[in-house]
Antibody, heavy 120, light 106 residues
Framework: QVQLVQSGGGLVKPGGSLRLSCAAS????????MTWIRQAPGKGLEWVSY????????YHADSVKGRFTISRDNARNLLYLQMNSLRAEDTAVYFC?????????????WGQGTLVTVSS | EIVMTQSPATLSVSPGERATLSCRAS??????LAWYQQKPGQAPRLLIY???TRATGIPARFSGSGSGTQFTLTISSLQSEDSAVYYC????????FGQGTKLEIK
């Protein structure tokens, strides 16, 4: 069955960096778009970024553009989110999710989530 | 940005009864709408995509309807385990979520 296991996250100071990882199994990873979504404490869901299966296209929300970078290693079935210049408003639980095969659409499998706290 | 507005914010329904949750888009999103269920401390779970297609393993008591700007998630014959927050998401133009409806079982 599809499994997405996340790692990384934790407490970081404003202006700091962090990298999140998402290990995929149970499906042909390189065939699928992958997405990061976040949820601030007690708040709703916010799309952050997606990357195509072959990693030849990626997009980021305006709120993180220029600071966050999504990437993937299809040989190792790993998805990453490199987060730089972190701000207090980036504090959230970050989820990786399996997206569509031919385009980015909806998310039918999710990781367990990892908390990122940005605070001095 | 397409704004998704869900109503009501909170809904309290007795077991065995029907719950109707609404989601409105600020512009036409065709049928590019998904519904998710999220329980405390868990990741969201896909219920419905394409406005009305149930995801794999989702019970038939969950149904979706609507197109354009108005959408509905109906949960018939509510069970205690349906207590959760429900989110709609549009994927017609980029990706935005509603603010959620908290469903409480009386």
């Amino acid at each position: 069955q599809v499994q997405l296991v996340q790692s990384g996250g934790g407490l970081v100071k404003p202006g700091g960096s962090l990298r999140l990882s998402c290990a995929a199994s149970g499906f042909r990873f390189s065939d699928y778009y992958m997405t990061w979504i976040r949820q601030a404490p007690g708040k709703g869901l916010e799309w952050v970024s997606y990357i195509s299966g072959p990693a030849n296209s990626s997009y980021h929300a305006d709120s993180v553009k220029g600071r966050f970078t999504i990437s993937r290693d299809n040989a190792r079935n790993l998805l990453y989110l490199q987060m730089n210049s972190l701000r207090a408003e980036d504090t959230a639980v970050y989820f990786c999710a399996r997206d569509g095969r031919y385009s980015s659409t909806f998310y039918n499998s999710w990781g367990q989530g990892t908390l990122v706290t940005v605070s001095s | 940005e397409i704004v998704m507005t869900q109503s009501p914010a909170t809904l309290s329904v007795s077991p065995g009864e029907r719950a109707t949750l609404s989601c409105r888009a600020s512009q036409n999103i065709n049928s590019n709408l998904a519904w998710y269920q999220q329980k405390p401390g868990q990741a969201p779970r896909l219920l419905i995509y394409g406005a009305f297609t149930r995801a794999t393993g989702i019970p038939a008591r969950f149904s979706g309807s609507g197109s354009g700007t108005q959408f509905t998630l109906t949960i018939s014959s509510l069970q205690s385990e349906d207590s959760a927050v429900y989110y709609c998401q549009q994927y017609n133009y980029w990706y935005t979520f509603g603010q959620g409806t908290k469903l409480e079982i009386k």
